[in-house]
C-alpha cells in the first residue's frame, strides 16, 4: 500500500519546517508518521516537498499543506497532530499555521520541537558564562597537553577521585562535530579538572616575587617566550573556531 493510501484511510500525524531562505523561494518538506498495519510497525516517511515563492506566512505555508493533501485526496479529518518548531508563525493560534488548521480540523493538537526549546534554554545558560565554551576548551586544551609536568599532576588528580585518565580532545571549527566530542572528555574529567586547576589558581598566588637577579630575568624571559608561543597557539585555534 502507497503511503497516500495509508493516510487517506488511518489517523497520521504531520510535520513540516523552511529550509533556509538563500533564495527567493523556500522548500517545505512535509513529513508524515503513521501506522502501518501490513509490517506492524510506525513509519516516518516524506510525503511531499512544495516550494514557497511567497513570504512564509502563517496562512501561506498551510496553503502548501492543504494543496498537497488535495493532490494526494488525503482529508483533514485524518490528522491527529502537527508538529513544527515553536516560532509563532508555526505555533500561532490566530495567525500562525496551527491557527488556520484548527479552522478546517479543530481536533488536531499542536507538538513543538523539543530540540528547538532545548537549544534555546542552553543558548540563554550560557550567554551567562564569563567566557564562551569554545575558549575555554582551547585554553584547558593548550595549557594541559603543552605540558608534560601538568598532564603527570592531572593524571594524579584524576586517580584521587578514580577518574580514568583521558587525553583533553582539542576542538577546532573545521573538524566535524568536535565542539561535542571536546566537551563530554572535559565534562568526563571536571572533577579531577576542577580541584587541579583551583590548586594552580592557589599556588600561582603563593609564588613570591623577586627581582634584580641575572637568571631570574632569564628565566622570567624564557618563561615570556614559551608562554607568548602558547598564547598565539590559543589565539589561533580562537581565531579558526569563530570562523
Sequence with gaps: MSIANHIKTGPFSVATDGSQDYTDSKLYPIVVKYFDSEIGKIVTTLLDIPELKESSTG???FNLLQNSFRQHEVPWTNVISFSADNAYVMSGKKKGVYGCLIQVAPHVHFIGCPCHLMALAADKATSKLPCTIE????????????SAKRQKELKDKSG???????????????????LGKSLERILEQWPALYVYFKNEYALKDKVPKKAGSRSENSNVSKTDTKESKLSDDRESDKSAVKR
Excluded: A, C, P
Design 135 to 146: 575558549d575555554l576548551l582551547v585554553d584547558i586544551y593548550f595549557y594541559i597537553e603543552k
Design 160 to 178: 584521587e577521585f578514580g577518574i580514568e585518565m583521558k587525553n583533553v580532545i582539542k576542538h577546532v571549527s573545521t573538524r566535524w562535530l568536535s
Design 59 to 61: 496562512m501561506n505555508i
